[in-house]
């Protein structure tokens, strides 16, 4: 159960980023962007996703409490008294109001993008009051949570639909000079809130440590992924932007579509963090020791010890090999090799330092 609800939570993210980038786009000049089709069943099923994906932790508690008091009041109880279920009643009607405007509204009317971008960020506002962080702390966690969700909704879902819904890249270098100043600041705002809903799950002092826990576990891999995220929004960013100065039919498309790739990882490692038990909150015991910690930790592992980092030859090994495919993921790109190479590199890169710092732990 745990894995689907990761997932479900994964492509809560996607889904509301597709409406948020699609909704975007339309409001901005057909002139600066190239050539955009996305169907309206795209758009019906990520509401509809929405919808499904955010009732699976419901169906969590439902199914915990079913033997008990039986399904159906513990469907009742679920949707009716806790906290999240009231939050899905809110989502289920928002998204009837959602579909209904979808299928009504003219997609050439100029307030088509403003009414869509307003009942998406809407949605939004709603994930994040009832959010894990809104409930420790109601005003920063909740101003953290839908700060952080909006700007990488903004950020990634512009770049999911233009990547993956595009006909054409013509008009691509006029896309970049507005796309790429908003993708900067939604990065450094979606940096600040990280930090600051990390604080309420983790003391800082206790980062290494929180490692021995599945939630540890779950952050250490999101903040690697993002080695090579701000990699490919390097080369998305500016590389692609001279390129495209010196050759006007590049097709940057295929690197467009391997940071949305990364960034899909990323939200897997978010929606598994909303599934784990923070260190703030969580005794260390041998029952909640990590399995991954254990399987890749050459030590004896014991829910008492100190995670402390010191460089060692496999230590300084490996972060040499992280830095090589780092090379080799900006060589592919000079060289235009195929991009599944480069996507391969950045998942090397991120196993390497990772194992890096396993090896380097005392």
Not at 212 to 226: E, R, T, V
Not at 227 to 237: D, H, K, R, S, T
Request: charged share 10%; proline share 4%.
């Amino acid at each position: 159960m745990l894995v689907i609800t990761v997932i479900s939570q994964a492509l809560i993210y996607l889904c509301v980023g597709l409406c948020i980038g699609h909704f975007i786009l339309s409001i901005v000049k057909s002139s600066i962007q190239p050539k955009i089709e996305v169907n309206l069943n795209i758009l019906r099923i990520s509401i509809i996703g929405i919808v499904i994906f955010s009732f699976v932790p419901i169906l969590q508690n439902v199914l915990f409490l079913s033997s008990r008091i039986g399904f159906i009041e513990a469907l009742k109880t679920a949707i009716f008294t806790f906290e999240i279920g009231k939050a899905w009643i809110l989502i289920f009607f928002i998204s009837i109001v959602f579909l209904k405007f979808i299928h009504t509204f003219d997609q050439q009317n100029k307030l088509y993008g403003i009414f869509g971008l307003s009942i998406s960020i809407s949605l939004i506002l709603i994930l994040g009051w009832f959010s894990h962080a809104s409930s420790i702390d109601r005003v920063w966690g909740f101003i953290g949570d839908t700060l952080h969700l909006l700007a990488v909704s903004v950020w990634v879902g512009t770049l999911i639909v233009v990547s993956w819904f595009s006909k054409n890249h013509e008009n691509w270098f006029r896309f970049l000079k507005w796309y790429t100043p908003i993708a900067i600041v939604c990065l450094l705002v979606t940096i600040f809130t990280g930090v600051l809903l990390m604080n309420f799950m983790v003391d800082f002092e206790e980062y290494t440590n929180s490692w021995l826990i599945p939630y540890g576990q779950a952050l250490l891999w999101k903040h690697l992924l993002i080695i090579p995220l701000l990699v490919y929004a390097f080369i998305n960013g500016i590389f692609i932007h001279w390129r495209l100065k010196k050759i006007s039919d590049f097709n940057p498309i295929p690197w467009a579509r391997i940071e949305s790739i990364i960034i899909l990882l990323i939200f897997s490692a978010t929606a598994a963090l909303g599934e784990q038990s923070p260190p703030k909150v969580t005794p260390l015991k041998s029952e909640n020791l990590s399995s991954l910690f254990q399987a890749f930790y050459q030590g004896q592992v014991a829910p008492d010890m100190i995670v402390n980092l010191s460089l060692n030859w496999p230590s300084v090994s490996l972060l040499i090999l992280s830095i090589l495919f780092l090379a080799l993921i900006i060589f592919s790109y000079i060289r235009k090799v195929p991009d599944l190479f480069s996507f391969l590199m950045s998942l090397c890169l991120v196993f390497c330092v990772y194992l890096s710092l396993m090896f380097s732990i005392q």
